[in-house]
C-alpha cells in the first residue's frame, strides 16, 4: 500500500523560504509524477508542480520564478521550496503521487497535507 | 484551460441521487478529467478518472461520464459519508482544478 507522508515548517515570515519534504513508502519512485499542490480558500486547489524520477520538472508558470522542486531517489523523497513567501502563499500544501496514462493523467495518492502560514 | 463546476453547493438527502457538473472552457484532451472527494482536515482522495473509470475500492454508486467540455459525476445513492465537497480536474497543456461543489445534507 503506497503511502506519502510529508513534514516542514508550518510558519514563516514574510521573505522567508517555505521548504517542504514528502516520502514515498511502499511503492516504486519510477514511472510517476511526483507533485506539489496547494489549496487556499480563496484560490482552491492549486498545482505547484512536478519531479520526475529522471529529475524532470515541471511549475505553474504563475510560481515558477519562486518555486523549485527537487528529488532524493535513494530516499523516495521529493521536496518542494518556494522563495520570498508574502501571506498570499498560507495554504495547505500536499504532496501527491500523479498517473500518465494513455495521455490520461490524475492524482491517485495524496499526503495529509500541511498548514503553511506566513506572518509576520 | 478554467474548470467551472455547478451548482456551487448542492442539498440533498441520504437516499436522493446526486448530479455534479464540471464544463471546461476548452475541450478537454484524452477525457483526461479526473473526480476527487474532499471532506474536513482530509486530503483529497480519488473517485473517478479518464472521466468514467473508478479506482479500486471506490463504490459502484459512484460515476461519471461526458467528453470534450462537458463532465458529470453521478452519485447513485447518497449515503452519510458521501455528503463532502467535489472537485474535478483536468490535464492538458497545465494542470487545473474546479472551484469545488459542496454537497450537503438536507
Known amino acids: 500500500q503506497v503511502q506519502l507522508q510529508q513534514w516542514g515548517a508550518g510558519l514563516l515570515k514574510p521573505s522567508e523560504t517555505l521548504s517542504l519534504t514528502c516520502g514515498v513508502f511502499?511503492?516504486?519512485?519510477?514511472?510517476?509524477?511526483w507533485t506539489w499542490i496547494r489549496q487556499s480558500p480563496g484560490k482552491g486547489l492549486e498545482w505547484i508542480g512536478e519531479?520526475?524520477?529522471?529529475?524532470?520538472?515541471n511549475y505553474n508558470p504563475s510560481l515558477k520564478s519562486r518555486v523549485t522542486i527537487s528529488a532524493a531517489t535513494s530516499k523516495n523523497q521529493f521536496s518542494l521550496y518556494v522563495g520570498s513567501v508574502t501571506a498570499a502563499d498560507t495554504a495547505v500544501y500536499y504532496c501527491?503521487?500523479?498517473?500518465?496514462?494513455?495521455?490520461?493523467?490524475?492524482?491517485?495518492?495524496w499526503g495529509q497535507g500541511t498548514l503553511v502560514t506566513v506572518s509576520s | 484551460i478554467v474548470l467551472t463546476q455547478s451548482p456551487g453547493t448542492l442539498s440533498l438527502s441520504p437516499g436522493d441521487r446526486a448530479t455534479l457538473s464540471c464544463r471546461a472552457s476548452?475541450?478537454?484532451?484524452?477525457?483526461?478529467l479526473a473526480w476527487y472527494q474532499q471532506k474536513p482536515g482530509q486530503a483529497p482522495r480519488l473517485l473517478i478518472y479518464?472521466?468514467?473509470d473508478r479506482p479500486t475500492g471506490i463504490p459502484d454508486r459512484f460515476s461519471g461520464s461526458g467528453s470534450g467540455t462537458d463532465f458529470t459525476l453521478t452519485i447513485s445513492r447518497l449515503e452519510p459519508e458521501d455528503f463532502a465537497v467535489y472537485y474535478c480536474?483536468?490535464?492538458?497543456?497545465?494542470?487545473?482544478f474546479g472551484q469545488g461543489t459542496r454537497l450537503e445534507i438536507k
Open positions: 501527491a503521487r500523479g498517473v500518465l496514462r494513455f495521455g490520461e493523467f490524475h492524482f491517485d495518492h
Open positions: 511502499g511503492g516504486s519512485f519510477s514511472d510517476y509524477y
Open positions: 519531479i520526475t524520477q529522471s529529475g524532470s520538472t
Open positions: 476548452q475541450s478537454v484532451d484524452s477525457n483526461s
Open positions: 479518464g472521466a468514467s
Open positions: 480536474q483536468q490535464y492538458g497543456y497545465s494542470i487545473t
